[in-house]
């Protein structure tokens, strides 16, 4: 007798087992992958050929789709009504599904943190254009930004929403198959599925989330096109590490957490990983610095949070020089390429070109950006134009894998710290490595011979120009990159010494160290002339340290040198050197010796500009004497050799020419000489200059001698500034800003409140006591230079008190003085 009973496993479960994994956007296959069962078993369930599957594998296919209490109780109470029993009456109903005119979400097992302007932006994108693509980098989080999307046009619109997942299709085939199932339709008779789909969409108002292309772009871009041509209420929101490009489409380039957002999202899973973390004013810098580290990429921060439980935050911080050691660990619900690192930037390698691969990985070599010509001139093969070039970092612009910075003169290029980690490992494994950084050295060295021009270096010291100063910062990191390989790893010694004295180092302890270790990896075999140039530039970077007794042996070592070796131009520019430096160090009678023979040698090969340059120097020398008469001559006389064909050089000679007329008492004139040069040489100090700072402090020294105050009080805070600017402080010249500042507030401090006036005379005590203090550990004691306002401050505080305020600030370090005077500039 034929049973009345419901066949085992009947349709009715695998329909909503089919809805759930649909909503999920899975295949059959990542569903398989996610519950440990097989894509057969699967499909036999939806089919209703398998038996009812028992609890156990309930709670495995829950878990895979990540279902809530109430889809949970529903799949289990279908599944158990399932079961053979006798049908006493009535008829089987499935749990309410979602309306048919729209999908389900997948749903979001962790917070979405931060992202609220991207949202807004992506969301008004998406009501103003048809297509929209979200790109960026693998881990960026395209796919969660754009399920906040469907969620808020779900609850702000009445179009209906679909998300379709494209990660686990491989063959591109199948991927209008995946939409029509997503859709909930099923095959028609004589009718292909991409006209089934176009069919169900074309009188409709619906949003489209294709999310995961780039591994089936042609084919998703090939149907985007079909189905917004042929569907007018129709809008697509894809997300791809790379644009669909076709006609209409908006790409927004999803970018990388802001550090309030990375440092929360931090916090968030660090806290699910160890209930035992918390976010406190202690450890949050040491978070940013993680997350920084990390370039707010939300899967790498998750990852890294994911260790808080088993590491400290600075072990962690220690452990991100191996990211991907320390980032293999993700969630095993994930699909493989989303649960490391290292498998998520493997997945996005595997689809590029030969061609891309080899660029991508020899972009590694970059520490710190490139432009176009660079990348050409350091990653091109043989014969590859720049153009070519370009048309493969524009793919890979494209692709999410490289970054592009178009702010500043030309675009730079750059690869994130975790996809540069791997490139250098492909790099390496090519057997590339050092070729590479032997061609970036190589390509440094020619950039900075092209600074240099054809001014050779012993008339001068480095260009120190707006233009190479821009063009240092940028290069900065790749420098160090390049030397580092050359002299630090003996990569290329030579070419790592000739980098060391003609790069234009931004600051200068930075040009010590690499001079240092040039000069440490000098052998019998290295040229004279290149021994000589490292000692002039380490000696002229000592100068600008005001460190006179190096600044004095590094010059005489060059002078030694350039004798032996027989060179008239390198011995004047040594002993010319040393001249300068003794004179800085007060030792007048040697530095008139060694300038005058320098002045000979000059003279006699006909160089006038550097006559000229010598000539100032002497005038410098003249000054300190207290030789003011011939300080003037000389400096006229430098000029007058100097002519029109050098304004630059001309600049410097009227800052001395303007200290030589202060000092025969023509204040209007030395200011005027100020006032001429001082605007050419203000943008210097805005790109680090230093000489600028030294004009602006001499301004300050003219205008108090006119009783000009206000604009005294202006100046001095011009050179705070500049002193203390961010991007390239200047902790050598605070000694004479302090002193000039104080200076400048008590003789100018006007109609302040008795409480002003008297915390600004304590202040000034203060760093008048630190401007000596560091003056006498440098050899540039000057009583007469302070002696106006210690009267001052004795006749105010008594002699008792200031003995008392100067040790207080001769015993400040750099920090509290920065404090210090920025409170007087405030009070002023």
Request: hydrophobic share 45%.
């Amino acid at each position: 007798m034929e049973d009345d009973r419901p066949a085992p496993g009947s349709p009715e479960f695998g329909t909503l087992l089919r809805h759930y994994r649909v909503a999920a956007g899975l295949s059959q296959e990542a569903l398989a992958e996610r519950a440990h069962m097989s894509a057969n078993g699967i499909g036999a369930l939806e089919r209703g050929y398998r038996r009812t599957p028992q609890r156990e594998t309930l709670e495995l296919l829950a878990g895979a789709l990540a279902l809530d209490a109430q889809q949970r109780a529903n799949l289990e109470q279908v599944a158990a009504r399932s079961r053979p029993q006798r049908r006493l009456g009535g008829s089987m109903r499935f749990p309410p599904l979602l309306n048919v005119g729209t999908s389900a979400l997948p749903f979001a097992v962790t917070n979405f943190i931060g992202r609220e302007s991207e949202l807004e932006e992506i969301a008004r994108l998406v009501s103003e254009w048809r297509l929209v693509s979200l790109t960026g980098t693998g881990g960026m989080g395209k796919t969660q930004t754009a399920l906040q999307i469907a969620r808020t046009l779900r609850k702000t619109t009445e179009q209906a929403v679909h998300f379709i997942g494209l990660a686990p299709v491989a063959d591109p085939s199948l991927v209008a198959t995946t939409i029509a199932s997503s859709l909930g339709l099923h095959d028609v008779p004589k009718q292909g599925t991409l006209d089934t789909v176009l069919m169900e969409l074309r009188n409709k108002r619906s949003v489209l989330i294709l999310d995961n292309c780039e591994h089936v772009i042609d084919e998703v871009a090939s149907i985007a096109r079909a189905l917004l041509s042929n569907c007018e209420g129709l809008r697509i929101l894809a997300t791809s590490r790379e644009p669909l490009k076709i006609a209409g489409e908006h790409v927004y380039r999803l970018p990388s957490l802001d550090t309030s957002s990375a440092v929360a999202l931090f916090a968030d899973r660090a806290g699910a990983a160890d209930r035992g973390f918390h976010l406190t004013a202690e450890n949050e810098p040491m978070v940013a610095e993680i997350c920084r580290r990390l370039d707010g990429i939300p899967l790498a921060i998750e990852l890294a949070a994911a260790r808080a439980g088993a590491l400290s935050l600075q072990t962690l911080a220690e452990k991100l020089n191996d990211r991907f050691a320390l980032l293999d660990g993700g969630s095993r619900t994930a699909l493989p390429r989303q649960q490391t690192m290292r498998a998520t930037i493997e997945w996005s390698y595997n689809l590029l070109s030969a061609p891309e691969r080899r660029l991508f990985e020899r972009l590694a070599v970059f520490a710190g950006g490139c432009t176009l010509s660079m990348v050409a001139a350091v990653c091109g093969d043989e014969g590859q134009s720049e153009t070519e070039i370009l048309h493969l970092l524009s793919s890979l612009v494209d692709k999410s894998l490289v970054n592009v910075d178009p702010d500043g003169e030309e675009p730079r290029y750059r690869l994130l710290g975790a996809t540069q980690h791997y490139a250098r490992e492909w790099l390496a494994n090519g057997g590339e490595s050092d070729a590479m950084l032997d061609r970036l050295a190589r390509t440094l060295l020619r950039l900075a011979q092209d600074i240099a021009g054809t001014q050779p270096i012993y008339n001068a010291r480095l260009d120190r120009s707006p233009k190479t100063l821009r063009t240092m910062r940028a290069e900065r990191a790749n420098f160090d990159e390049a030397m580092h390989w050359a002299l630090a790893h003996r990569g290329n010694t030579q070419v790592g010494q000739e980098l060391a004295w003609r790069v234009p180092f931004l600051q200068a302890k930075d040009a010590v160290h690499w001079l240092k270790v040039a000069l440490a990896s000098v052998t019998k075999s290295t040229p004279r002339p290149l021994i000589i140039n490292l000692e002039i530039q380490l000696a002229w970077c000592f100068v600008d340290l005001r460190d006179h007794e190096e600044a004095i042996a590094a010059a005489r070592r060059a002078v030694t040198t350039s004798r032996k070796f027989g060179d008239a131009r390198l011995l004047a520019a040594a002993r010319r050197l040393l001249g300068r430096a003794l004179t800085h160090a007060w030792n007048l009678d040697e530095a008139e010796f060694e300038l005058q023979q320098s002045l000979a040698s000059w003279r006699k090969l006909g160089d006038r500009r550097a006559t000229a340059t010598t000539l100032s120097y002497l005038a410098f020398a003249s000054v300190r004497r207290g030789d003011y008469l011939r300080a003037r001559k000389l400096n006229q006389e430098a000029l007058d050799v100097l002519g029109d064909t050098d304004d630059r050089s001309a600049r410097f000679i009227k800052i001395e020419l303007a200290r030589a007329e202060y000092g025969l008492g023509h204040y209007e004139t030395a200011l005027a000489y100020s006032r001429e040069v001082l605007p050419a040489l203000e943008a210097e100090a805005a790109e680090g200059g230093s000489t600028c700072v030294i004009l602006m402090l001499n301004q300050c020294t003219f205008l108090l001698a006119l009783d000009q105050f206000s604009e005294a009080m202006n100046v001095a805070q011009r050179a705070l500034a500049a002193t203390l600017d961010a991007q390239n402080p200047r902790p050598d010249l605070a000694p004479y800003v302090a002193g000039s500042l104080a200076k400048v507030a008590l003789l100018a401090r006007g109609d302040g409140s008795d409480g002003h006036r008297a915390i600004d005379v304590e202040t000034c005590a203060k760093l008048i006591g630190w401007n000596e203090a560091v003056c006498a550990s440098r050899g540039e004691s000057d009583p007469d230079e302070t002696s106006e306002e210690l009267s001052i401050l004795r006749r105010e505080l008594g002699q008792k008190r200031v003995e008392l305020l100067l040790a207080a600030g001769a015993a400040l370090d750099y920090g509290a003085v920065a404090e210090l005077m920025q409170s007087l500039q405030r009070h002023n």
